[in-house]
């Protein structure tokens, strides 16, 4: 069945797309540890396109899918690639073989997604630290006395200096 190939070709499309995206994940690790933001943002461009290929191919996939499903006599509530691949025989192996390897992949994908949060989180943690570090070096605020000469963090923006000279 040529839909059924081209199916599988749909798929294995797919798990390359999918095999861009993670390379591009683990290399925003190293970006990270290193605070390259530049190539961060490349790598959001990069990311941008690779994620609307993919979804013009999940498209494809989906309206394929329920048409070989619909040929086969699957209701269309129970169209999934699983439930068609032991019907196509000889390319239903090779479609199920396709659709484990993107399970698989879709699997590290996001293991490497919660991995690469963490390390964005820790950078994050870092450069709190960094500001909070800076913040304490700050000349400190002007301070001075209120009314009942008690001293002041933030002078009273009405009190005024009296000044007496003997």
Do not use: W
């Not at 040529?2 to 190293?30: C, F, K, M, N, Y």
């Not at 979804?55 to 509530?77: F, K, N, V």
């Not at 002007?142 to 000279?165: C, F, I, K």
């Amino acid at each position: 069945m040529t839909t059924a190939r081209s199916l599988t070709g749909i798929l294995d499309d797919e798990i390359a797309v999918l095999g861009e995206l993670l390379d591009v994940l683990q290399a925003d690790q190293e970006r990270i540890v290193r605070h390259d933001v530049e190539g961060l943002e490349a790598s959001n461009r990069a990311k941008e396109e690779i994620v609307l290929r993919f979804q013009a191919l999940e498209q494809m996939r989906a309206q394929l899918t329920l048409q070989i499903g619909c040929e086969l006599g699957i209701p269309a509530d129970e169209v999934r690639v699983s439930r068609i691949a032991p019907l196509l025989g000889g390319d239903g192996a090779r479609l199920r073989d396709s659709a484990a390897k993107l399970r698989a992949l879709v699997t590290s994908l996001g293991e490497l997604i919660a991995v690469s949060r963490g390390f964005l989180e820790q950078s994050i943690m870092g450069v709190r630290s960094l500001l909070s570090l800076i913040q304490s070096l700050r000349a400190p605020e002007p301070s001075g006395y209120d009314a009942l000469g008690r001293h002041s963090e933030r002078p009273d923006p009405g009190a005024m200096t009296v000044r007496r000279e003997a």
